[in-house]
């Protein structure tokens, strides 16, 4: 809150409506969870890559690459859970390539949960937890042999990447997985786009997260952000008209936003 103390009041004025259309939001997604969330090709991607597995009796990867903990990890468990019940349905092998001690910890927590989900609990094994390196190249080389070792069917790249995400890629490639991607680094993306056959780009893992786990709080999040958005938009376009209209009519006085934004607490006494 230290942040806030200098905040003017056309500043906390935008948070607290932001926070009122989280709040409106969180709670008619937990209480009607009737809230609606476009599809894309990349979501129906990873379930039927997932059942391509099924049919070649092939492994399925997933990786965080180098995803530490925060909110790009957690919007990677809601894909990674839904994947990996949808593993133990299907009795499929399920290995992931983990970078970071930190996450790895949680990663298994997620995948176990999965597995009691779809009631297969017993069949989930610790060891599919893969621990590769901490070391950025170390782990894309150990990423490329643990898939030219299993064959993967399906590899799903999803979190943050840097320069190893064209070797991670590729690796998959050449074992004719089926392969999607998806990556908050703009950086990256183009290279997702020439080797993956699907690639979600940026805020798309936030919405397949909600999308696949259908959890209220991400789905909540997800609608509020974009309610947010249009009201940043709306902010804009009225500030775009006043300034506008000013340049015409300089006799004219009209109100201004960047002065409503500006205004301080003694300009209002």
């Given at each position: 809150?230290?942040?806030?103390?200098?905040?003017?009041?056309?500043?906390?004025?935008?948070?607290?409506c932001?926070?009122?259309?989280?709040?409106?939001?969180?709670?008619?997604?937990?209480?009607?969870?009737?809230h609606?969330?476009r599809?894309?090709?990349?979501v129906?991607?990873v379930?039927?890559?997932i059942g391509r597995?099924?049919e070649?009796g092939r492994?399925?990867?997933?990786?965080?690459a180098?995803?530490?903990?925060?909110?790009?990890?957690y919007?990677?468990l809601?894909?990674?859970?839904?994947?990996?019940?949808?593993?133990a349905?299907y009795?499929?092998?399920l290995v992931v390539?983990?970078?970071?001690?930190?996450?790895?910890?949680i990663?298994?927590?997620?995948?176990?949960?999965?597995y009691?989900?779809?009631?297969?609990g017993?069949?989930?094994?610790p060891?599919?937890?893969?621990?590769?390196?901490?070391e950025?190249?170390?782990f894309?080389?150990?990423y490329?042999?643990?898939i030219?070792?299993?064959?993967?069917g399906?590899?799903?790249?999803?979190?943050?990447?840097a320069a190893e995400a064209l070797?991670?890629?590729e690796?998959?490639?050449?074992?004719?997985?089926?392969?999607?991607?998806?990556?908050v680094?703009?950086?990256?993306?183009a290279?997702?786009?020439?080797t993956?056959?699907y690639?979600?780009?940026?805020?798309?893992?936030f919405?397949?997260?909600?999308?696949?786990?259908?959890?209220p709080?991400?789905?909540?999040?997800?609608?509020?952000q974009?309610?947010?958005k249009?009201?940043f938009a709306a902010?804009?376009?009225?500030?775009?008209l006043l300034?506008?209209?000013?340049?015409?009519?300089p006799g004219i006085t009209?109100?201004?936003?960047?002065?409503?934004?500006?205004?301080s607490w003694?300009?209002l006494?």
């Open positions: 809150m230290g942040g806030l103390e200098h905040a003017t009041p056309g500043i906390l004025l935008t948070i607290a932001a926070a009122v259309i989280l709040f409106v939001q969180l709670r008619r997604a937990t209480r009607r969870g009737d609606f969330i599809r894309i090709a990349g129906d991607a379930e039927g890559a597995c099924a070649m492994p399925v990867a997933f990786t965080t180098l995803t530490d903990v925060g909110p790009v990890l919007a990677c809601g894909v990674l859970h839904s994947v990996a019940k949808r593993v349905q009795k499929l092998k390539p983990q970078y970071s001690p930190e996450a790895m910890a990663v298994e927590d997620s995948v176990r949960d999965a009691n989900d779809a009631g297969r017993a069949a989930f094994d060891q599919s937890i893969v621990f590769l390196s901490s950025q190249f170390a894309a080389s150990g490329m042999g643990l030219h070792r299993e064959k993967a399906a590899a799903f790249l999803f979190g943050v990447f070797v991670l890629a690796a998959g490639q050449q074992v004719g997985a089926r392969q999607v991607a998806a990556s680094s703009p950086e990256q993306v290279f997702f786009i020439c993956c056959d690639t979600l780009i940026g805020e798309e893992l919405a397949a997260s909600a999308y696949l786990s259908r959890e709080v991400q789905v909540a999040t997800l609608a509020a974009d309610r947010v249009l009201l902010i804009i376009v009225v500030g775009v300034a506008t209209l000013g340049a015409l009519a009209l109100p201004s936003i960047e002065r409503f934004f500006t205004a003694s300009d006494l």
